[in-house]
């Protein structure tokens, strides 16, 4: 009995390695790979060049990434920050806005990039005639995004003790004045972190983009202009470009997963300060 | 006075997300009716031809739905037991003075962006089933290994901290009983802690069913019906990021219409994780 | 007046006088309804959804669940909770925030607010060099007397305590005890607290809660040496409690 007891675990245990060692590996093996190849075909060319069909730099998609990142934010994240804060700190627990709005948050969280993008392009692109342009792009990441950013803001500002709110009240704060003054600032590091975790997912994103943001290889000269992100100029160069389009493809995903790394590195160490201010 | 205006602004930022459902519920489903008049909806669920420029076109999308399927139980097939089974290791055999690095790792896989999975499916997995097996590697085969590791984050995620959320005193007490590590973890752990980790494999299902870019790069997206893992095949995501940007007319109309159709599988699914945390619920109380 | 929290009745016609400038004890085992009473006279109870008051507390003759200003009303009554909880900001911060609330702005007068309230909190000489830096970085006892200083900076009239002590030490405890005693003289000052000594050696009236209802309340002497009722007795005297 007992041997077959230990061969049974030992299995097991053999599995829960064996599946640990697949995740590490598949990781690591992307990584370098996109990485090891970046570095080989790396020309600063290729990066801040000015863009032509012999030179096919990623300059202007860098301006139009920064741009992208810019002004989703600029909409999506004061948004969902007063959703979170009207859902815990105003509506009634259980309410039935509250049961509605997450029901929504979570069917928005759940539906595919490729449907956001064929929304808005008929929505903001055909209905509202931005057509394929920096706006109707941004337009449509930010309601993506909204989900993310509301359920961790919502986290954080849960984690602030009652304590905080309590001695607010009591100096004669009022409500609004305890929520942005105490609450808001107080929760500051966690909804930081959702907001660069965002950042990163404008950045990898390219379903949703590609037919609102559209994929013209140009410097956008205005908010109307379609041009391309990263991840885009990565996708058409990986289509369209051959093998110099490959070079470009490792160039751009070693800047993609740089930045990428960057930010989950920023996201966790701010995170990670949440709840230590508490805890005394 | 001020205070009431407040809670009004904010009331309404909360309510541009349920506004936001809506309007995508309504311009997908309004987007989509055209073409499903013109053809009829049975004939497009189950047609197997999606020829568009013939006269007259037909769309039928079915080998999509199937390919769709076929893909997403490729990825639950390789994900869901690697991606299972390292959540116990995260939760329960990570030494303390890795943990940290894991969980950043698994944040990391997470925060890839799906162009990357696909190009490196691209470079490296198609020609090695290529040169391995049969055909030119574009394949089923392709597009679930690429979505098995993409899901991995989720399941991963979602079913760690439903481990961690099993009190402590399941665990011991098995342990106490003379079961070893493994037994108290595969016969008291992981079915305390079911719903969450079915939770975390629906959440996966959906995000393979509605990735795009990387299984548009591997799957060859030839519109058929697969007799084997080597053969290529077309997705429904697929089908949309393939032919939107030169569609016009009813054909525009059908592909919205896929749109749709993934649409209604993201909700079903969503309707799956909603009994499932029902059922939670009430088990747990 | 009477206090329901839905459907449990809280408080039981309780009726009591307050004096000014003395300090009021409530006493009694916890679940009693003393923190209860002490925080529907700020109305911080107005933050329970559930919570239901019958009867009235007046305030230099106003009702206060009349039609008043309830920022103000806190402002005239300061309080200070059982855990001390400073802001997540700097020392100077955290009292001046009071008065910034308040509309204070002009940067010469909220100096003199925080140096005078740090000062009457007998916390100045040890936090003067460090007002920028953290209030959490400061013990507990010192953050006790910070958040009394911040109190004191929005210049209530009355004080509540609910509790100040528990979570100190027997050093600090005696420091914030030495504290009352003094600003006794300027403010009416209520607490609450379940150490019997501390009630016996500060307040000057004491009234004892059991279930809801005040058993007895009278000068503290008084009960102490003379209670009249059996059960408190019974309380002070260690039987339980």
């Known amino acids: 009995m007992a041997s077959r007891k230990n061969v049974f675990s030992i299995i097991l245990k053999v599995f829960v390695y064996l599946a640990m060692g697949v995740t590490v590996l598949s990781l690591a093996g992307i990584l370098s790979y996109i990485l090891v190849n970046g570095v080989?075909?790396?020309?600063?060319?290729?990066i801040f060049g000015k863009f032509s069909s012999q030179n096919p730099s990623m300059s202007f998609a860098i301006v139009t990434t920064c741009v992208t990142i810019f002004l989703t934010l600029l909409m999506a994240a004061p948004l969902s920050v007063f959703c979170a804060v009207y859902l815990t700190e105003y509506a009634k627990r259980g309410s039935k806005i509250v049961r509605y709005v997450r029901l929504a948050t979570e069917t928005l969280a759940g539906i595919p990039s490729i449907v956001f993008g064929l929304f808005g392009a008929i929505f903001f692109g055909t209905v509202l005639g931005f057509g394929y342009s920096i706006l109707t792009g941004c337009f449509t990441v930010a309601i993506m995004l909204l989900p993310v950013i509301i359920r961790q803001t919502e986290e954080a500002i849960k984690a602030v003790p009652d304590l905080y709110r309590e001695g607010s009240y009591g100096l004669g704060a009022s409500k609004l004045r305890t929520?942005?003054?105490?609450?808001?600032?107080?929760?500051?590091?966690?909804?930081?972190?959702?907001?660069?975790?965002?950042?990163?997912?404008?950045i990898g994103e390219t379903a949703a983009l590609i037919f609102t943001l559209g994929s013209v290889a140009q410097l956008p000269g205005s908010l109307l202009d379609s041009s391309r992100t990263l991840a885009v100029h990565m996708y058409i160069a990986t289509r369209d470009g051959g093998a110099a389009g490959r070079e470009v493809a490792f160039l751009t995903g070693t800047v993609l997963v740089f930045?990428?790394?960057?930010?989950?590195?920023?996201?966790?160490?701010?995170?990670?300060?949440?709840?230590?201010?508490?805890?005394? | 006075m001020k205070e009431k205006i407040a809670e009004y602004f904010f009331l309404i930022c909360s309510l541009i997300s349920i506004g936001a459902v809506a309007l995508i519920c309504f311009f997908i489903f309004r987007g989509?009716?055209?073409?499903?008049?013109?053809?009829?909806?049975?004939?497009?669920?189950?047609?197997?031809?999606?020829?568009?420029?013939?006269?007259?076109?037909?769309?039928?999308?079915?080998?999509?739905?199937?390919?769709?399927?076929?893909?997403?139980?490729?990825a639950c097939l390789i994900g869901v037991p690697v991606g299972v089974f390292t959540a116990v290791y995260m939760a329960k055999y990570c030494p303390q003075k890795i943990y940290a690095g894991m969980s950043q790792l698994v944040s990391l896989l997470a925060g890839i962006p799906s162009i990357i999975y696909g190009f490196f499916g691209m470079m490296l997995i198609v020609p090695f089933i290529a040169d391995n097996f049969s055909g030119n590697g574009n394949s089923v085969l392709a597009?679930?290994?690429v979505l098995g590791v993409m899901v991995l984050p989720t399941i991963i995620k979602v079913s760690e901290v439903s481990l961690k959320a099993v009190p402590k005193t399941y665990y011991e007490g098995a342990l106490a009983l003379g079961a070893t590590k493994e037994q108290s973890i595969f016969f008291v752990l992981i079915p305390a802690a079911k719903s969450g980790i079915l939770t975390g494999i629906v959440l996966g299902i959906g995000r393979a069913i509605g990735e795009t870019m990387a299984v548009v790069m591997v799957a060859g997206n030839a519109n058929i019906l697969p007799e084997t893992i080597f053969k290529s095949v077309r997705t429904l995501t697929a089908n949309i990021v393939l032919e939107m940007g030169y569609a016009s007319g009813t054909h525009f109309d059908a592909i919205v219409a896929t749109g749709a159709v993934l649409f209604v599988f993201i909700l079903l699914l969503n309707l799956v994780l909603g009994v499932i945390n029902k059922g939670s619920k009430t088990a747990g109380t | 007046m009477n206090l329901h929290y839905g459907a449990f009745h809280a408080l039981h016609n309780v009726n009591l006088g307050i004096d000014e400038n003395e300090i009021t004890a409530f006493i009694g085992p916890s679940g009693c309804g003393k923190s209860t009473l002490l925080k529907s006279l700020n109305r911080m109870n107005d933050l329970v959804q559930t919570c239901r008051i019958t009867g009235k507390i007046t305030l230099d003759g106003e009702d206060i669940y009349g039609n008043?200003?309830?920022?103000?009303?806190?402002?005239?009554?300061?309080m200070v909770f059982q855990k001390p909880n400073p802001f997540p900001m700097s020392i100077y911060d955290n009292v001046a925030y009071g008065p910034r609330t308040h509309g204070i702005k002009k940067k010469s007068e909220l100096d003199r607010i925080v140096e005078e309230s740090l000062k009457n909190a007998a916390i100045w000489d040890e936090v003067k060099d460090r007002l920028k830096k953290s209030a959490l970085a400061v013990s507990g006892g010192?953050?006790?007397?910070?958040?009394?200083?911040?109190?004191?900076?929005?210049?209530p009239e009355v004080l509540l305590l609910d509790e100040p002590t528990s979570a100190l030490d027997p050093i600090s405890t005696v420091k914030i005890e030495d504290l009352l005693l003094e600003l006794r003289e300027r403010y009416t000052i209520v607490i609450v607290t379940h150490n019997m000594g501390q009630a016996a050696r500060i307040s000057d009236k004491t009234a004892f809660f059991l279930h809801g209802e005040i058993v007895e309340s009278g000068l503290t002497m008084d009960i102490f040496s003379n209670p009249s009722d059996r059960k408190t007795e019974d309380y002070i005297t260690g039987r339980f409690g």
């Open chain 1, 40 to 46: 080989k075909t790396f020309k600063w060319s290729l």
């Open chain 1, 179 to 202: 929520v942005f003054k105490i609450v808001v600032p107080s929760a500051a590091p966690g909804i930081v972190s959702a907001i660069i975790l965002s950042m990163g997912r404008i």
């Open chain 1, 259 to 280: 930045i990428i790394f960057l930010m989950n590195v920023a996201a966790s160490y701010i995170g990670g300060k949440v709840g230590k201010d508490f805890e005394n």
């Open chain 2, 32 to 74: 989509a009716y055209p073409a499903v008049q013109t053809v009829g909806l049975w004939p497009f669920l189950t047609g197997g031809l999606w020829k568009p420029t013939d006269i007259p076109p037909l769309f039928g999308i079915f080998n999509m739905i199937v390919g769709s399927v076929y893909v997403t139980a490729g």
């Open chain 2, 143 to 145: 597009a679930s290994i």
């Open chain 3, 68 to 78: 008043i200003d309830v920022n103000m009303l806190r402002k005239r009554m300061g």
């Open chain 3, 142 to 155: 010192q953050q006790q007397r910070l958040c009394i200083a911040r109190a004191l900076a929005v210049k």
